[in-house]
């Protein structure tokens, strides 16, 4: 066995060897896996093999698409057969809601070059004729679904990883890692210790284990899953082509053909976490004992919905273990605080995903990042405060829901309330209907009088659609407040603070008292943060951005860090208030001697507000006169009795997110992780305004923005004005031009004070003129729009600067 490497990755499933090969296709070939047993011991030898492209997450869909194109040129490159079975796939919709989410998928699939297409019942009939179609409204028909031969694949994986120079070692068994100080380490095994510069955890059911052994929690959790093999079944092999797949979410199945009979899995309710305290390490080929109770609803209702099945013999039970993460996505990508230790594990969907969470890995570790936002699958969407206490209801909920429909705006309740805020009992007794965000309970908006208390998840407006436009009306008519504990928040200290700022931010850095808006690059020029930047002093500097990306940002701090300079996340030491609106000015000069009225936008002062040492900031995220409030969280309390208590007979009222995220429509102001995000550049978005081109320093990124300059993009961030019936925009929604769709929707909703349905969507920049007519398409209608370049609110920026 090679005892030094480049790579080292552990674990031999399907992942480990995706990773392995496409580290070799991108160029490096000193590189090696080592596993345990066999390869394929683990959750890979007993998968189904189903493979399918539909994702709720457009990049998650994209990249499963990649891996289902993979498979053809595996087979190619190696000579073996991954025993493949493009059969083509129907989704089943029972109800209008599960119809909706199938036709907002078909719409995100058209300008992904994805080839589905929504069918009609008597159409479901031609293409899965066993199936019983009472109550069924549609579904939707994926050409590219199918299945495959796990063991044949993993082992083209592996044969082609080889070709490209990788070595594989097989019975050897990780017993620790070990970090040497110069960063690279020492994988010692049961046949030696292996250096190596860098590390991939793709464990798979023992990823918690091998995480541990490096001191990291990985936040996943294996689950008992089964699928069953019926005897031949006539209905099958009297069949002139194969059956295609058939997925059934009201009875949270998968159905397709396996040799002369069929396979039938379930996402059953009660489901059963496995190895709640560690997976054995002597587990791999075995499986679990059958258990027909837990399924017994399950094959009940499958009986109906496939008659067939209740005639065919079972031929054969698979129960084994399966990973899943929180939300069902994988957790892959550098973890934070380890240098060169990767992660790529919690892949539940292996022979959907395996290929695309290989390339992105391998992206990432060879070219510094991937060609596309990866944030649903980054580990670090999960923080330190993670517990395994809080991942096994979490990852129950989400196998539960492995069918279910997903709404935007649905907030799922395993495991709630988690982390909560000074405010959480007071928020809640005035009426909070919460949302959450990184494990932190955020208000969504206030129920008064007979406004619902729980907002019924939709694809259309909700029944908070009158809650928030209240609270709008109260922000823009006087003043409203809300906390600003959700965004991340970090504090630069030491002498080459400022210069270390002016490297890592694009935009300017400013002077003491002043804050600035700025975008920060990749090295490709891609967005990876939006940043609110302010100095107390040369050596001291303040940074906000958003709550649920502060790992993914303090990585990149840790990545590019400098010894004269410290970097603290502080997310949660520092919390307080924003209040906007035309009266805000005057509710804060109440609440403090000192001088507010001379604050001008974008000043930064240290001020005494009540009785609390505050940090205010003139700034708001609504396009409205407004403040920004910071306190020591055990102050927080105190601050918002004196705001409040000043406040109401100015009329202050409680805001929440749904009605920030409507303000914000009003002045066309993006949002992290829709319009910024890592798929998009500055010059795309707009972004490109708070670049600092003149500044003398080679800041990250500069390369490639000042291309953008020099030749602007192809595409264009614009907002249309759209003529909407009961469903707005949320995002990916084609934009049809000309009768083509040549562009798609980041964001949307109802901007209520302009009572304009808005949309924010990419279009090439040749077209974005004001006036152009376009049509969006929304849950399968095509609507009417107008690019408008002239925000409704506030146009000139006088109430916000004024």
């Known amino acids: 066995m090679q005892t030094t490497t480049r790579v080292c990755v552990i674990g031999g499933g399907v992942v480990g060897c995706s990773v392995l090969y496409h580290l070799t296709k991108l160029g490096w070939s ?410 932190l309970e955020v208000a969504n908006y206030f129920a008064q009088g007979d406004e619902p208390t729980f907002e019924t998840p939709s694809f259309r407006r909700s029944d908070a659609f009158a809650a928030t436009a209240r609270e709008v009306k109260a922000v823009r008519s006087k003043a409203g407040i809300n906390e600003v504990q959700n965004f991340g928040k970090f504090r630069v200290t030491g002498e080459g603070a400022r210069a270390w700022l002016d490297r890592i931010m694009a935009g300017r850095i400013p002077t003491a008292g002043r804050l600035s808006l700025t975008p920060m690059l990749s090295h490709k020029g891609r967005l990876i943060g939006d940043f609110t930047v302010s100095c107390a002093s040369e050596t001291e500097f303040y940074l906000t951005a958003s709550y649920g990306s502060q790992a993914y940002h303090m990585r990149w701090f840790e990545q590019n860090a400098l010894d004269d300079v410290r970097v603290e996340n502080i997310s949660d030491t520092l919390t307080g208030f924003q209040i906007a609106g035309p009266l805000a000015r005057d509710i804060l000069q109440a609440c403090t001697r000192d001088d507010v009225a001379s604050m001008r936008f974008m000043d930064v002062r240290e001020m005494t507000v009540g009785q609390v040492a505050c940090r205010v900031q003139r700034v708001s995220y609504t396009g409205d006169l407004g403040y920004e409030i910071y306190c020591d969280p055990m102050d927080q309390r105190q601050l918002w009795q004196t705001l409040w208590s000043e406040g109401q007979p100015k009329g202050l009222a409680p805001f929440g997110m749904r009605a920030m995220m409507s303000l914000r429509l009003d002045k066309f102001f993006g949002s992290w992780l829709s319009e910024f995000s890592p798929d998009y550049t500055a010059a795309e978005t707009g972004m490109d305004r708070f670049i600092s081109f003149k500044k003398n320093t080679n800041f990250i990124g500069r390369k490639a923005a000042e291309a953008e300059r020099a030749t602007p993009p192809h595409r264009q961030l614009c907002a249309f004005e759209v003529d909407a019936d009961d469903a707005d925009v949320v995002a990916y929604e084609p934009v049809f031009i000309d009768g083509t769709v040549q562009g798609f929707c980041t964001s949307g909703g109802y901007a209520h004070h302009s009572a304009k349905s808005i949309a924010l969507a990419l279009i090439p920049r040749d077209q974005a003129k004001d006036g152009l007519k376009v049509e969006i398409e929304i849950l399968g209608s095509l609507r009417s729009a107008t690019l408008i370049s002239t925000p409704p609110f506030d146009a000139d920026g006088s109430r916000m600067r004024g």
């Open 30 to 439: 000193d590189v090696m896996l080592v596993e345990r047993s066999e390869l394929t011991s683990g959750s890979t030898w007993h998968a189904a093999g189903g493979f399918h492209t539909l994702n709720g997450d457009t990049n998650m869909a994209a990249l499963q698409g990649y891996t289902i194109k993979l498979y053809r040129e595996l087979e190619e490159i190696t000579g073996m057969s991954c025993g493949l079975h493009h059969v083509g796939g129907v989704t089943l919709a029972d109800n209008k809601d599960r119809f909706d989410m199938l036709v907002a998928e078909r719409a995100k699939h058209r300008y992904m070059g994805l080839e589905t297409e929504i069918v009609s019942p008597e159409e479901i009939a031609k293409i899965a004729p066993i199936t019983n179609l009472d109550g069924i409204v549609g579904g939707l028909y994926d050409p590219l679904d199918g299945h495959l031969d796990p063991s044949g694949t993993t082992h083209a994986y592996a044969k082609a990883a080889r070709m490209g120079g990788a070595t594989i070692e097989t019975h050897v068994k990780v017993e620790a890692t070990t970090q040497r100080p110069d960063g690279t380490w020492d994988v010692v095994t049961n046949k030696g210790t292996i250096h190596a510069e860098h590390v991939v955890n793709a464990g798979g059911l023992w990823a918690r284990e091998v995480g541990a052994m490096a001191g990291v929690y990985l936040p996943l959790h294996p689950m008992e899953h089964q699928y069953l093999v019926t005897e031949e079944t006539p209905e099958i092999y009297e069949r002139d082509t194969e059956h295609p797949h058939v997925m059934d979410p009201a009875g949270e199945s998968y159905l397709r053909q396996e040799g002369r009979g069929l396979c039938i899995g379930f996402y059953e309710q009660p489901c059963r976490p496995w190895a709640v305290d560690g997976t054995p390490w002597d587990f791999g080929h075995e499986l679990l004992p059958d258990d027909f109770d837990k399924i017994e609803d399950s094959i009940t209702f499958a009986f109906k919905r496939f008659p067939v099945l209740e005639r065919a013999g079972v031929k054969t039970v698979v129960h084994g273990p399966f990973t899943f993460a929180p939300d069902g996505n994988p957790l892959v990508g550098p973890v934070l605080g380890l240098r060169n230790y990767w992660s790529a594990c919690g892949v539940m969907a292996g022979f959907s995903q395996g290929g695309g969470v290989g390339l992105m890995l391998a992206q990432w570790m060879i070219e510094g990042e991937t060609e596309r936002d990866t944030f649903a699958m980054d580990v670090s969407r999960f923080g330190n405060w993670i517990t395994p206490g809080y991942t096994r209801p979490k990852v129950i909920e989400n196998y539960q829901r492995r069918f279910s429909v997903s709404y935007p705006n649905e907030e799922l309740p395993a495991a709630r309330p988690h982390r909560t805020t000074p405010m959480y009992d007071i928020f809640t007794e005035m009426g909070a209907v919460w949302g959450q965000q990184f494990g």
